[in-house]
């Protein structure tokens, strides 16, 4: 028995009104009767029979709101026995009586290009600071902290131009020799790590710092050491003095979480993660592996990884997550002899630790002159995150640490 | 019927010519009505105009085209794609938006069209069909010159379309170059809900003809025979002499301009009148009179053109949308660099 | 090579195509007797007589649409609209009809037709008959919009046009009917769709199109002698536009300036500063500057006229105003 459905009398209309029905129920209609008045948005219109037989039943009675395709009555057979729930419409055509579904074809949503990951710097927002997309780029792929450019552009902004000095020359431009190469001079090119290292030394360089130097009785830290090797690491495994040094200045972090720190541009950024770099020398140029949570870790843990990322440094195996991410770095030139030297900041890091070579002295005691193995710690620290009290507080309390080295172990 | 109404006699016609001419108008009829239940049942989107009503003119006009001529019609289109030799069911895909439409469901209902048939569309622009069946009526004098067979063009509007600026251009365009082409009005005594005498300063609308020197004739929309006579006359003397006509043919719409209008701006009475004009069992009954048909065959014809729609709904039912892969399928007929074809959000870089 | 006026090389063109296709016809207010109002059909209604080429009555919707219809028909009817001005006459028929068919009926249908329209202001016309309304119709999906700069291209984008199987609208322009040029002997085939650069240069990008092409060379020449290199990008193709030729410039300079015709607000230098902002963002040392004709009905008096077209001297201010905002230094 067919369902007598809301009709869609406009384009716009989404449910109608069922204003007066014209049939009753136990009427006799033909096709073209009028049934009812169905109030749209637009205006009352009268709604056809598609269908002859009895208006067995109305469902939806006057000032009844439908939706369009929903059933309002039922045209039966003559007999005029109300039908029980309603049957689908016979009609062959009848399909569902809701709109046709518009098929949903997505169509495949085109990546958005994300720029590729900056090698070394966290990405630091220049919340304030003015620059055009292509300084910014330039600064994102040298890893050049904005904060230390000065722009000449309007309202300050910060323009390529004022990136002379950060960068390499730009392609193109005529490379301008500073030094004329001589008969018998070899000019080296600048590799990838040689490169970037003096883009950011160059960068390091606008930093303003100040230094400190504190010495250290080695005697226990190297009595430990020897101790370590003897009892509990392999001769193919060695602990060294670098290792002890990472633990030490790890714990000293953990309790001076004020020179864990960053320059972030227009604040500073106090890590949550203690992550030490150790500087390694290779034949193309200086890389930084950095061993992360030292504070979290045993001397036998740092040892191991200290092992494992250095030796993948010099095979050029490193990641770059494994040199990214670092707190604080310690410079080792002990081994070359060196008694005393000023490392440069790898920036945006708040401080770096230069080590020298622990040498026997003549050190004056309780009076009396003996003789010590004495190595010197030089600090240099950005004045912009650190004062010269908190550093000197810090370097205190590692020297105290690495004369009382079994607090490594604790 | 209450009035007397003089209709061109039977005599001298076949048989068989007017028992096709009954069974198109009556799949016309079935085709319309159920039209509208698929719009009423959001099958079919957007507008939908009917023929209801005019079949008589609809199969007049389409029994003078010959094949070889070219029609452009207006939006109320799909009585005539039906009698030009569309098949029911492409038509019914194409208004409810599938890719077996005759148009690949890129045109609907107001955009027909069918190269083959020379069934140039299908216009919404009331209007915009003239200038380019007057072009093309010009293109046909590129191919040959005037005689028995060469083609012409048929180009239908409405009342209304009369007063638009294409209208008058075109004609006189047409007059100017003498190009072989009949338009034909179709005068259903309304545009839209606006009477013709409301908008016409002449509404005797084919005289409006004389200030481009096109001779016009009014003819009985109701009267198959008189309108296809009519046609087929002026469609000769725009073969042979290169002289273009004006026909209106008057006949009134059963319903409102569309499936969405309730023709409020008619009277009861004159509702009612209407009715009694029905051409198609008006055309039944004399055919039944003069013996041409039989009960029981007009009963069958009626049920076939019913069947045949069933079938055109099934067919347009059970066929796909066209993929949205193929949105811009039909951009360009050259090719050439840099098309766009980015959907919504989409950048052009690739 | 011979050198030509814009001009002659659209006239021979014209003639070129009507001798090597006979479906080509023109149509236009008075192309024939007349030989043109700007004199490009000069000689063509002599030589091929009143069917090739119609005079046709001012009706511009009904001899546009007329065409459309002799298009479809298979005819290649390239209609001379006396000033892009009196498009909007005809708009109906170029929008709805032309560029529509042939998606509308599914393909089964194709517009080969040619509009040929010049814009531009400056010789006092007033209002009404200055306009530079171009980017209207390079905004509708179905059309396609070329913009010679120079006789050359010119000869080679009309003779893609008319041998292209869409509708195409040739932008042609009334100062640059006088302007001269090389143009090569042997049949030349534009490409629809393509920019070009005529001009290398390292500092600044100028992307500009028709007459504003030729503005943007000599301000180029000009700059150069002050040390400062130019690269100009003529569009060449509204619709499609070569988006990719323009970005690639600008990644080369990092600076951008449109100059245009038309009016400012929503013109064609919009589209182009969209585009280089997608394209070339992190290669932008500067915004993009549009150099376009202020909003006005351009008036009659020749001080206002002046005052409100863009010229060769704002051309240069800007160029140098993006420079000095980028603290560049020659």
């Not at chain 1, 040094?245 to 020179?259: C, D, K, P, Q, W």
């Not at chain 3, 490409?191 to 390292?202: C, K």
């Not at chain 3, 201010?317 to 420079?323: D, G, I, S, T, W």
Request: hydrophobic share 45%; net charge negative.
């Amino acid at each position: 028995m067919p369902d007598v459905f809301m009709p869609r009398l406009s384009d716009t209309m989404t449910e109608g009104v069922i204003s007066t029905w014209v049939k009753h129920e136990g009427d006799t209609v033909s096709r073209g009767d009028v049934l009812a008045e169905i109030e749209t948005d637009k205006a009352v219109m009268e709604l056809e029979s598609y269908e002859s037989g009895v208006l067995t039943r109305i469902i939806a009675p006057e000032g009844a709101t439908v939706p369009i395709g929903q059933s309002i009555a039922v045209i039966g057979e003559e007999s005029g026995t109300t039908p029980g729930p309603l049957a689908p419409t016979a009609e062959p055509a009848a399909a569902a009586a809701e709109p046709a579904a518009q098929p949903v074809a997505q169509p495949v949503a085109q990546p958005v290009a994300q720029p590729a990951a900056a090698a070394v710097v966290p990405a630091v927002p220049d919340a304030r600071v003015r620059a055009t997309p292509l300084v910014r780029r330039l600064a994102r792929e040298h890893g050049i902290d904005l904060a230390t450019v000065t722009g000449t552009g309007p309202n300050g902004r910060i323009v390529r131009a004022d990136l002379e000095g950060f960068l390499d020359r730009p392609p193109g431009a005529p490379a301008t020799s500073v030094v004329t190469p001589a008969a018998g001079d070899e000019e080296v090119p600048l590799n990838a790590i040689r490169r970037i290292t003096a883009e950011r030394l160059t960068q390091s360089a606008a930093v303003p710092h100040f230094h400190l130097t504190a010495t250290v009785d080695a005697a226990p830290l190297l009595e430990l050491r020897r101790q370590l090797n003897e009892q509990v690491f392999a001769s193919d495994a060695r602990c060294s003095l670098t290792d002890l040094l990472v633990r030490a200045v790890g714990l000293n972090l953990a309790s001076h979480r004020e020179v864990n720190a960053s320059w972030g541009g227009d604040r500073v950024l106090r890590h949550g993660h203690v992550n030490v770099g150790i500087a390694v020398a290779l034949d193309d140029g200086l890389i930084v592996p950095v061993l992360r949570d030292v504070d979290q870790k045993p001397v036998a843990t740092i040892v191991a990884e200290a092992r494992e990322l250095t030796s993948r440094a010099r095979a050029g195996r490193l990641t770059p997550e494994e040199f990214a991410g670092g707190t604080f770095t310690i410079s080792n030139l002990g081994t070359f002899g060196i008694e005393h030297f000023t490392a440069v900041i790898n920036p945006p890091e708040a401080a770096i630790l230069a080590v020298g070579a622990a040498r026997d002295e003549a050190v004056v005691l309780d009076g009396t002159v003996v003789v010590r193995p004495i190595m010197r710690l030089t600090m240099t620290s950005d004045h912009r995150v650190l004062d010269g009290a908190v550093s000197a507080t810090f370097l205190q309390d590692l020297v105290g640490v690495l004369q009382q080295p079994l607090r490594l172990l604790a | 019927m209450s009035e007397e109404v003089q209709v061109t006699a039977l005599a001298g016609e076949s048989e068989e010519t007017l028992r096709g001419y009954y069974a198109q108008m009556v799949l016309v009829r079935a085709f319309e009505q159920r039209a509208a239940e698929m719009y009423q049942r959001a099958k079919i989107g957007g507008y939908c105009h009917l023929n209801l009503g005019e079949e008589a003119t609809v199969v007049g006009l389409m029994g003078a085209l010959e094949a070889r001529d070219y029609l452009f019609t207006t939006y109320r289109e799909h009585g005539y794609a039906l009698c030009r030799g569309m098949a029911p069911g492409p038509v019914m895909a194409e208004l409810f938006g599938r890719s077996t439409g005759v148009s690949g469901g890129r045109g609907g209902s107001m955009h027909l069209f069918d190269s083959k048939l020379r069934f140039l569309g299908g216009y919404g622009i009331v209007g915009g069909q003239i200038p380019p069946a007057t072009g093309a009526a010009l293109a046909l004098t590129y191919r040959g010159g005037p005689g028995p067979d060469a083609e012409a063009v048929m180009c239908l509007l409405g009342d209304g379309t009369t007063n638009i600026g294409s209208f008058h251009e075109s004609l006189n365009l047409a007059g100017l170059w003498r190009l072989p082409i009949v338009y034909v009005i179709v005068n259903n005594g309304l545009g839209m809900g606006t009477p013709v005498e409301k908008a016409a300063a002449e509404p005797d609308l084919y005289k409006r003809g004389c200030s481009y020197r096109i001779p016009g004739e009014r003819v009985d929309g109701d009267d198959v025979i008189a309108v296809r006579d009519a046609a087929r006359a002026m469609l000769d003397r725009a073969r042979t002499e290169r002289q273009p006509g004006l026909l209106e043919a008057v006949s009134y719409r059963l319903r409102g301009h569309s499936v969405v209008d309730p023709a409020r701006y008619r009277s009861k009475e004159e509702t009612e009148r209407l009715r009694d004009l029905d051409p198609v069992p008006a055309f039944r009954a004399r055919l039944l009179d003069a013996g041409i048909l039989d009960a029981e065959s007009a009963q069958r014809v009626d049920e076939q053109a019913e069947k045949d729609v069933d079938d055109a709904v099934r067919f347009a039912d059970q066929s796909p949308e066209p993929p949205v892969e193929e949105l811009f399928d039909h951009a360009y007929a050259t090719p050439v660099a840099n098309m766009p074809q980015q959907l919504p959000g989409e950048t052009w870089q690739s | 090579m011979a050198e030509l006026s814009y001009r002659q090389a659209l006239h021979d063109t014209l003639r070129d195509e009507l001798l090597r296709d006979e479906s080509v016809i023109l149509l236009g207010e008075e192309i024939g007797v007349f030989e043109g109002s700007y004199k490009i059909t000069a000689g063509l209604l002599t030589e091929f007589g009143p069917e090739r080429v119609r005079d046709t009555p001012i009706a511009e919707e009904g001899f546009v649409g007329l065409a459309t219809g002799a298009a479809m028909l298979g005819m290649r009817p390239v209609v001379e609209i006396m000033t892009i001005n009196f498009s909007l006459l005809a708009i109906d028929q170029i929008v709805n009809h032309a560029a529509k068919m042939h998606a509308m009926f599914g393909g089964q249908v194709s517009v080969p037709m040619v509009i040929r329209t010049p814009g531009g202001g400056g010789q006092q016309l007033a209002a009404t008959h200055s306009q530079n309304l171009e980017v209207w119709y390079a905004h509708v999906p179905g059309m396609k919009v070329v913009a010679p700069a120079t006789p050359a291209d010119a000869r080679a984008l009309l003779t893609a046009a008319i041998r292209d199987d869409d509708p195409v609208l040739v932008l042609e322009n009334l100062a640059l009917y006088n302007t001269k040029g090389e143009v090569p002997d042997r049949e030349a085939v534009g490409e629809i769709g393509r920019a070009a650069v005529v001009r290398s240069g390292t500092d600044i990008t100028v992307v500009a199109y028709s007459r504003a092409t030729t503005v943007a060379l000599g301000v180029a020449e000009q700059l150069a002698a002050q040390g400062i290199s130019v690269e100009v990008v003529d569009l060449r193709s509204l619709r499609p536009l070569d988006r990719e030729t323009v970005c690639a410039s600008v990644r080369r300079t990092s600076r951008a300036v449109v100059l245009e015709d038309d009016w400012f607000s929503y013109g064609v230098g919009a589209e182009i500063a969209a585009t280089i902002q997608e394209g070339a963002f992190d290669y932008l040392d500067a915004p993009v500057r549009r150099v376009a004709a202020a909003e006005v009905p351009l008036p009659y008096a020749k001080s206002l006229e002046s005052a409100a077209l863009p010229d060769a001297g704002d051309l240069a201010r800007v160029v140098h105003e993006v420079l000095d905002a980028t603290s560049f230094t020659r």
